[in-house]
């Protein structure tokens, strides 16, 4: 059973690009979340995708979207980068929509760092 | 509002200590909180959930909603247990953890 992967592990941006993050789900799971952690802080919620639609949403601006695939991988697209978007990009997968919060998987991360 | 606070962010213990990390959370409504940890340069992972009532790798937690605490706790501390430890709390219906700031342990030899 393959895990949780992202790409890449860290990125160096400038203030106003536009990146894009990766996530593949772990085998079997049908539903990605993704959060960012800021350094010193706990992970925060940005959303959550089943079955290639958005099924939820934390408190961040429409500059950060999102798709997932049919092979239920995920991206991660976060537009005009501001310095405090610096942080760590964990992407978190669960086998079905309604399995709770307990059988998120979560991926290594990307360290994103905005210059 | 749904929150979790750990109130330290750094504990430190000998080796053999009993080992308590406090998490406090708000939630109105029947709530479903969570350990996780992580170890150095490994990724997060759950340690456990409070519906289970298990013990993994020495550690307990318990849901108490008059105090609406869910502390964790280990009698007797390894070097091992040394991590970062996060509580999270389940919030919205699509399951998303909403986590605490977390504790950094360092067990002492």
């Known amino acids: 059973e393959t895990g949780v992967t992202q790409s890449p592990t860290h990125l160096i941006k400038t203030r106003g690009q536009q990146v894009t993050l990766r996530c593949s789900s772990q085998?079997?799971?049908?539903?990605v979340s993704w959060y960012q952690q800021a350094l010193g802080q706990g992970p925060q919620f940005i959303f959550q995708y089943y079955r290639e639609e958005e099924n939820g949403r934390g408190n961040f601006p429409p500059r950060f979207s999102g798709l997932q695939f049919p092979n239920y991988s995920s991206e991660l697209n976060v537009n005009a980068l501001e310095l405090d978007d610096s942080a760590l990009y964990l992407c978190a997968s669960s086998p079905r929509r309604t399995s709770g919060a307990d059988t998120q998987y979560f991926g290594p991360g990307t360290r994103l760092t905005v210059l | 509002a749904q929150r979790v606070t750990q109130p330290e962010k750094l504990l430190s213990v000998f080796k053999g200590a009993p080992v308590e990390l406090k998490c406090n959370y708000s939630?109105?409504?029947?709530?479903?909180l969570f350990w996780y940890v992580q170890y150095s340069r490994q990724r997060l992972q759950l340690l456990l959930r409070h519906i289970s009532r298990e013990s993994i790798k020495g550690f307990t937690a318990d849901l108490n909603k008059g105090e609406t605490s869910f502390h964790l706790k280990k009698p007797f501390a390894q070097e091992e247990d040394s991590a970062m430890y996060y509580c999270?709390?389940?919030?919205?219906?699509?399951?998303?953890?909403?986590f605490g700031k977390g504790t950094k342990l360092s067990v002492k030899p």
């Open positions: 085998s079997g799971h049908n539903t």
């Open positions: 939630y109105s409504g029947s709530p479903e």
């Open positions: 999270a709390l389940k919030g919205g219906s699509q399951g998303n953890l909403i």
